[in-house]
T-cell receptor, first 110, second 113 residues
Framework: RKEVEQDPGPFNVPEGATVAFNCTYS??????FFWYRQDCRKEPKLLMSVYSSGNEDGRFTAQLNRASQYISLLIRDSKLSDSATYLC???????????FGTGTRLQVFP | DTAVSQTPKYLVTQMGNDKSIKCEQNLGHDTMYWYKQDSKKFLKIMFSYNNKELIINETVPNRFSPKSPDKAHLNLHINSLELGDSAVYFCASSQDFRDHGYTFGSGTRLTVV
């Protein structure tokens, strides 16, 4: 079983739509949580950290459920420029390394 | 100013050759990493160095040898290249990891023919 699991998609949504991505992680020693964005043939870039109380950054809202070992990302009012792969990422208490999910591909169409 | 820079951006080479990829960060971070992204787009850590000291070696074949001459540089040397080494290699750095995650370089696309 992969340490971080995501639905690979693709999610094809029209501009203006709301879309949600989910992610589950298997190691209860996971300490920190992030969503990264990766555009085609580019490096991953940090989109937002995920905090236990949930957090919002503009159109993006992240939620964490430690009991269920579940992380989500909600994107409201999708833009064409949101088209990318969204990577769910965790870090364990036991090692300074990021563990990546395989990513969920989002395609926003006009 | 590029925060984490890698060279070369593209590398095409024959099986059996030895090649190096260089990485430099100007962020003043203490920790640097090498990640490999395979053809299925899965990103996996290979090595991490903290202040020139090897911290993580994630069961990578010993044909791969990282070298950190100082905390701003982490190079990756690969001996006897194999077809399966073809991938994108990303360098990254971090400081206050818990809050800010890593900053990645733009990647080196290695193709072994």
């Amino acid at each position: 079983r992969k340490e971080v699991e995501q639905d690979p998609g693709p999610f094809n949504v029209p501009e203006g739509a709301t879309v949600a991505f989910n992610c589950t992680y298997s190691n209860s020693a996971s300490q920190s949580f992030f969503w990264y964005r990766q555009d085609c043939r580019k490096e991953p870039k940090l989109l937002m950290s995920v905090y236990s109380s949930g957090n919002e950054d503009g159109r993006f809202t992240a939620q964490l459920n430690r009991a269920s070992q579940y992380i989500s990302l909600l994107i409201r009012d999708s833009k064409l420029s949101d088209s990318a792969t969204y990577l769910c990422v965790v870090k364990l208490t036991t090692a300074d390394k990021l563990i990546f999910g395989t990513g969920t591909r989002l395609q926003v169409f006009p | 100013d590029t925060a984490v820079s890698q060279t070369p951006k593209y590398l095409v080479t024959q099986m059996g050759n030895d090649k190096s990829i260089k990485c430099e960060q100007n962020l003043g971070h203490d920790t640097m990493y090498w990640y490999k992204q395979d053809s299925k787009k899965f990103l996996k850590i290979m090595f991490s160095y903290n202040n020139k000291e090897l911290i993580i070696n994630e069961t990578v074949p010993n044909r791969f040898s990282p070298k950190s001459p100082d905390k701003a540089h982490l190079n990756l040397h690969i001996n006897s290249l194999e077809l399966g080494d073809s991938a994108v290699y990303f360098c990254a750095s971090s400081q206050d990891f818990r809050d800010h995650g890593y900053t990645f370089g733009s990647g080196t696309r290695l193709t072994v023919v």
